[in-house]
């Protein structure tokens, strides 16, 4: 997740994740249209052996959402995507999926407040 706004320095950090962002949709590109994996990654990629499926825990946001395109209702709890953006006077956040407006921020005892 990058912060952004007037006083964070951000063009390195965006540089850097839309350079990684391009790859991964131009491989993606290319295995829709049937390319195999061999002929993308060089000989240099790494090996993964004695490997696993795992899950790790990625910045995501969850809250009441009023207007969500895909998730009806009004003060719904929802929990977002992968959280990317996030402005510094946490009034915008951008997720995996789409653009938040921010309301107010829970309490620390929670959503109910």
């Known amino acids: 997740m990058l912060l952004f706004g007037r ?45 696993i499926l795992a899950q790790r825990i990625v910045p995501s946001l969850a809250g009441l959402s009023t207007g969500h395109p895909k998730l009806g209702g009004a003060n719904r709890l929802i929990g977002t995507s992968d959280l990317w953006l996030l402005s510094e006077d946490r009034t915008w956040a951008r997720t995996l999926s789409r653009w938040y407006r921010l309301g107010r921020a829970a309490e620390q005892s929670g959503l109910d407040s």
């Open 7 to 51: 006083a964070t320095p951000t063009d390195e950090m965006l540089i850097f994740q839309i350079d990684r962002l391009l790859a991964l949709a131009a491989d993606l590109e290319r295995v829709r249209r049937g390319v195999p994996p061999e002929s993308m990654a060089d000989e240099e990629a790494p090996i993964l052996d004695r490997w």
